[in-house]
């Protein structure tokens, strides 16, 4: 042995199977950093690996078999040793082979403490002016809020129209991603209100603002947009569009073609382009867009009439069947106004057929991934969508929000925490966005960042469902039970109410009064709210009751269920030895 290894030295074996071994690992990093940038496919990252691997051996059979001579290469039976490069600067080579090995330590140093983003993690601000640091370096000067374009034509019905125009206009810009552009929810938030344009930008964190106004008048359609540099109120550009209705995917595609020039953007990619559909299918996609943003149970049912409506004229439009499934999920999981499976098999074949159609379009895989993680909990298949959706669309909030969403179900809390926040960064005045932080931060029993973050939700949405629970929960946990059951006292949702009575005035030691709440919480909600159930007899240690309404909610599919991992109420389940079976059967991790 001792003889082979000798040889493998002598004939320089060894050292290029670590020079090899060094290159192909800085090689390996260097592919996996330019070729995102590059739009190259996923595979030719593994072709490289695959390549080096195979190259590998060869590289030793090569080192073994000959020399590197002044004449060339050489078999090494036929070579002196004295006439071996490799042999008389083998000291230069080992030198070469410790700086590459330094470089390599110094890259990975390099890479996992300074650039790595999750380290990078600020508290949330509890005003509505602060802006939550994000884990991505963001640039301010390329930043932009695009605002809802004022319906300029005679019937105000209209609107609709000129919001959706808006809003498409923004989902374009948002797939540049040299570009960061502020969410819907937080762009549109001013609207109607009496807001000067630098407290705008100031509270939304952007440099650059689009607006315009929507002129729609039978098939003629005049648009008109500008773009303006916030700070020192100069217009950069701006300009007017009179064309037919059937041309408004080309205006949109030019407005935000505009807007990239003038913010001077070099993009490493294609510019965005709008899908095109016929405009009677796209008035009814847009209807169905504000009915859908309006979030009732009701326009959720009108935004479905539209959709299909519009599907029956184009049935290739991809984000119309998008959309459908969207509506179908939310009916289903969030309104409860669909049964479960069959709001969830009609979401899941909706989405199926937009991805048929258009497999690069983004926010398809994020609502599929909510079907996964609500209602297949399959939270693998939920984990691989939403990668391919950020891949499309990394700046988009929402698709980041359901992200953290699926790591917070995972007990990945730090890494939800750090997403949370780059979400907020895109839509820092989205109530929803702060809620979840909130919770989160609940969940990790960072109670006080919690408390900020829920009282931030509250002052942007006052009566937004659940937050007063989570409020009220965190303020139990801080040892504050009357100002929990005050804040329990104040939340809108009525089942949310009597949950978070139940469990408040159980520790209140008021055993009727808890009593009463859970009792009424069963008897007029016993199909939706098997879940807060579960965890307000977990809480109280009635362990074996709260067992028995797990298994009631895993059979009807409720969708709370997939939180039952980090949920703080239902810790003294955790000892219990059929914990660990049920969160086998959800396919969660312990």
């Given at each position: 042995m001792?003889?082979?290894?000798?040889?493998?030295?002598?004939?320089?074996?060894?050292?290029v199977?670590i020079?090899?071994?060094?290159?192909?690992w800085?090689?390996?990093?260097?592919v996996?950093?330019l070729f995102?940038?590059?739009?190259l496919?996923?595979?030719t990252?593994?072709?490289?690996?695959v390549?080096?691997l195979?190259?590998?051996?060869?590289a030793l059979?090569?080192?073994?078999?000959?020399?590197?001579?002044?004449?060339g290469?050489?078999l090494e039976?036929?070579?002196v040793?004295?006439?071996?490069?490799?042999?008389a600067?083998?000291r230069k080579l080992?030198f070469?082979i410790?700086g590459?090995?330094?470089?390599g330590?110094g890259?990975f140093?390099?890479?996992k403490?300074?650039?790595?983003?999750?380290?990078?993690?600020?508290?949330?601000?509890?005003?509505t002016e602060?802006?939550?640091?994000?884990?991505?370096s963001?640039n301010?000067?390329?930043?932009i809020a695009?605002?809802?374009?004022?319906?300029?034509?005679?019937?105000?019905?209209?609107?609709y129209f000129s919001?959706g125009?808006?809003?498409?206009?923004?989902n374009?810009?948002?797939?540049?991603?040299?570009l960061?552009?502020?969410?819907?929810?937080?762009a549109?938030?001013f609207k109607?209100q009496?807001?000067?344009?630098?407290?705008?930008?100031?509270k939304l964190?952007v440099?650059?603002v689009l607006e315009g106004s929507?002129r729609?008048?039978?098939?003629?359609l005049?648009?008109?947009?500008?773009?303006?540099?916030?700070e020192?109120?100069?217009h950069?550009?701006s300009?007017?569009?009179?064309?037919?209705?059937?041309?408004v995917?080309a205006i949109?595609?030019?407005?935000a073609?505009?807007v990239v020039d003038?913010?001077?953007i070099?993009?490493?990619?294609k510019?965005p382009?709008?899908?095109?559909t016929?405009?009677?299918?796209?008035?009814l996609y847009?209807q169905a867009?504000h009915?859908?943003n309006?979030?009732?149970?009701?326009r959720?049912?009108?935004?479905?009439?539209r959709?299909r409506?519009a599907?029956?004229i184009?049935?290739d439009f991809?984000?119309?069947?998008?959309?459908?499934?969207s509506?179908?999920?939310?009916q289903?999981n969030?309104f409860?106004s669909?049964p479960i499976?069959e709001?969830?098999?009609l979401?899941?074949d909706?989405?199926?057929q937009?991805?048929?159609i258009?497999?690069?379009?983004?926010?398809?895989?994020?609502?599929?991934a909510?079907?996964?993680?609500?209602?297949d909990?399959d939270?693998?298949?939920a984990?691989q969508?939403l990668q391919q959706?950020?891949?499309?669309?990394p700046?988009?909030?929402?698709?980041?929000?359901?992200?953290?969403r699926?790591?917070t179900?995972l007990?990945?809390l730090?890494?939800?925490?750090?997403?949370?926040r780059?979400?907020i960064?895109l839509?820092?005045?989205?109530?929803?966005?702060?809620?979840?932080?909130?919770?989160t931060?609940?969940?990790a029993?960072?109670?006080?960042?919690a408390?900020?973050?829920?009282?931030?939700?509250?002052?942007?949405?006052?009566?937004?469902?659940?937050?007063?629970?989570t409020?009220g929960?965190v303020l139990?946990?801080?040892?504050d039970?009357p100002?929990a059951?005050?804040?329990m006292?104040?939340?809108?949702?009525?089942a949310?109410?009597?949950t978070g009575?139940?469990?408040?005035?159980?520790?209140?030691?008021?055993?009727?009064?808890?009593?009463a709440?859970?009792?009424?919480?069963i008897?007029?909600?016993e199909?939706?709210?098997d879940?807060?159930?579960?965890?307000a007899?977990?809480f109280?240690g009635e362990?074996?009751?709260?067992f028995?309404?797990?298994e009631i909610?895993y059979?009807?599919?409720?969708?709370g269920?997939?939180?039952?991992?980090?949920?703080?109420?239902?810790a003294?389940?955790?000892?219990?030895?059929r914990w660990?079976?049920?969160?086998?059967?959800?396919g969660l991790p312990?």
């Amino acid at each position: 042995m001792g003889q082979l290894f000798q040889e493998l030295k002598r004939r320089n074996v060894i050292r290029v199977a670590i020079a090899y071994a060094v290159s192909a690992w800085l090689l390996i990093q260097v592919v996996d950093a330019l070729f995102p940038m590059l739009r190259l496919p996923e595979w030719t990252a593994t072709l490289v690996a695959v390549l080096l691997l195979i190259g590998f051996p060869i590289a030793l059979i090569f080192a073994w078999a000959f020399e590197l001579t002044p004449e060339g290469l050489k078999l090494e039976k036929h070579v002196v040793r004295d006439e071996s490069i490799t042999h008389a600067t083998g000291r230069k080579l080992d030198f070469i082979i410790i700086g590459m090995l330094v470089l390599g330590l110094g890259y990975f140093a390099y890479d996992k403490f300074v650039l790595d983003p999750s380290r990078d993690a600020e508290l949330v601000q509890a005003t509505t002016e602060a802006v939550t640091e994000s884990g991505i370096s963001e640039n301010l000067d390329k930043s932009i809020a695009v605002l809802p374009f004022v319906n300029m034509s005679d019937d105000p019905g209209n609107e609709y129209f000129s919001d959706g125009i808006s809003e498409e206009i923004l989902n374009l810009l948002a797939k540049v991603p040299e570009l960061r552009v502020t969410s819907r929810s937080s762009a549109f938030s001013f609207k109607g209100q009496n807001v000067d344009m630098p407290t705008m930008a100031a509270k939304l964190n952007v440099a650059h603002v689009l607006e315009g106004s929507v002129r729609k008048s039978g098939n003629q359609l005049r648009i008109t947009a500008q773009l303006i540099e916030v700070e020192a109120d100069t217009h950069l550009w701006s300009d007017t569009y009179d064309r037919e209705l059937k041309n408004v995917f080309a205006i949109q595609d030019e407005i935000a073609a505009a807007v990239v020039d003038a913010l001077k953007i070099t993009l490493l990619g294609k510019r965005p382009k709008a899908t095109e559909t016929s405009p009677d299918a796209y008035a009814l996609y847009l209807q169905a867009r504000h009915f859908m943003n309006q979030y009732t149970v009701e326009r959720y049912k009108q935004a479905e009439t539209r959709l299909r409506q519009a599907l029956e004229i184009d049935p290739d439009f991809a984000p119309a069947s998008t959309e459908l499934g969207s509506v179908y999920e939310r009916q289903a999981n969030a309104f409860g106004s669909l049964p479960i499976v069959e709001g969830n098999e009609l979401a899941r074949d909706a989405i199926l057929q937009a991805l048929a159609i258009d497999p690069q379009y983004g926010r398809a895989y994020a609502i599929l991934a909510m079907v996964e993680m609500f209602y297949d909990w399959d939270f693998t298949a939920a984990f691989q969508h939403l990668q391919q959706a950020l891949a499309l669309n990394p700046r988009d909030a929402a698709i980041l929000l359901s992200t953290a969403r699926l790591n917070t179900m995972l007990g990945r809390l730090d890494e939800a925490i750090d997403l949370y926040r780059q979400s907020i960064a895109l839509d820092p005045v989205w109530a929803v966005g702060h809620y979840r932080l909130g919770q989160t931060l609940w969940y990790a029993d960072r109670l006080d960042e919690a408390t900020n973050s829920i009282r931030m939700a509250l002052s942007l949405s006052p009566g937004g469902s659940g937050a007063q629970l989570t409020l009220g929960l965190v303020l139990l946990a801080q040892g504050d039970a009357p100002a929990a059951l005050l804040a329990m006292e104040q939340e809108t949702d009525d089942a949310f109410r009597l949950t978070g009575t139940a469990i408040v005035q159980h520790a209140l030691g008021d055993a009727g009064a808890s009593d009463a709440a859970l009792q009424a919480l069963i008897e007029e909600y016993e199909d939706g709210a098997d879940y807060q159930v579960a965890f307000a007899y977990a809480f109280r240690g009635e362990i074996d009751h709260a067992f028995d309404w797990l298994e009631i909610a895993y059979d009807n599919r409720d969708a709370g269920l997939a939180s039952m991992l980090v949920n703080p109420l239902l810790a003294n389940l955790h000892d219990d030895p059929r914990w660990e079976p049920l969160l086998d059967k959800m396919g969660l991790p312990h």
